[in-house]
């Protein structure tokens, strides 16, 4: 597969997983510097490794939030808990693999990627909630 074809995959795939505001936002972050580095985000990360039929997508999600969580990237952690969400898996879940982190890669770390997972998981409710005098009848 060429490299612009694992571009265009991943990237519908990365705004299915997180949302398009959300990936354009990142997308951005860094300008035209980052260019080079989200296309191989992008073509690498969600063109090819996360489009393997081997694993589903909870389960890659969950990998994600376990590692993640374990090398200390709160922010990574967020986008990963948010995607996670997304893509079906429960709080509860995600807070089974925040505690095999706490466990295996230190209480720091656990507690550090509970804060960020909450962070997010409240972010989750929140957007899924209809706004106060916005509910459906």
Do not use: C
């Amino acid at each position: 597969m060429e490299f612009d074809e694992m571009h265009e995959r991943g990237l519908a795939l990365r705004r299915e997983l997180f949302g398009e505001e959300a990936v354009a936002r990142r997308m951005g972050a860094m300008g035209e510097f980052g260019e080079p580095l989200q296309r191989m985000v992008n073509a690498y990360s969600y063109g090819d490794v996360w489009q393997r039929p081997q694993l589903d997508r909870r389960s890659r999600s969950l990998a994600m939030i376990g590692i993640t969580a374990a090398l200390g990237r709160p922010t990574e952690l967020k986008v990963h808990v948010s995607g996670a969400l997304r893509n079906g898996t429960t709080p509860e879940e995600i807070r089974e693999v925040l505690l095999l982190v706490a466990l295996y890669a230190g209480l720091p770390a656990g507690i550090d990627a509970h804060k960020a997972a909450l962070e997010a998981i409240e972010a989750h409710a929140a957007q899924a909630s209809p706004a106060p005098g916005r509910e459906s009848r």
